[in-house]
């Protein structure tokens, strides 16, 4: 997932700051900041969590989705700095299901 929200407001932060707790707390993992991601064991799974994820998304901004199968998340290369923290511990296979 993708997602720029306005913050020029203090309301703005606030939505923006909620919209990220939610994500969190539904495990989603941040890959860089504005990108998330959640591995689904399979389509029907990830397609369901979208209808629900579609009433929890702020009325104002930015969000995208994007589903990858392993294989492709597997082929993601990082060409600036290192891992990130979650794929240190969890290793680069444990969620690539987006």
Do not use: W
Not at 18 to 31: C, D, P, T, V
Not at 39 to 55: C, D, G, T, W, Y
């Amino acid at each position: 997932m993708f997602f720029d929200l306005p913050m020029h407001t203090k309301n703005e932060i606030r939505i923006y700051n909620k919209f990220r707790k939610y994500l969190i707390q539904n495990g989603y993992l941040m890959m860089q900041f504005s990108v998330y991601c959640k591995l689904f064991p399979n389509r029907e799974a990830a397609v369901k969590h979208i209808q629900i994820l579609k009433r929890n998304i702020p009325t104002r901004g930015l969000v995208h989705i994007m589903m990858i199968t392993e294989k492709q998340y597997e082929r993601i290369e990082i060409l600036v700095g290192n891992q990130s923290r979650q794929e240190k511990l969890a290793g680069s296979k444990a969620y690539v299901k987006l």
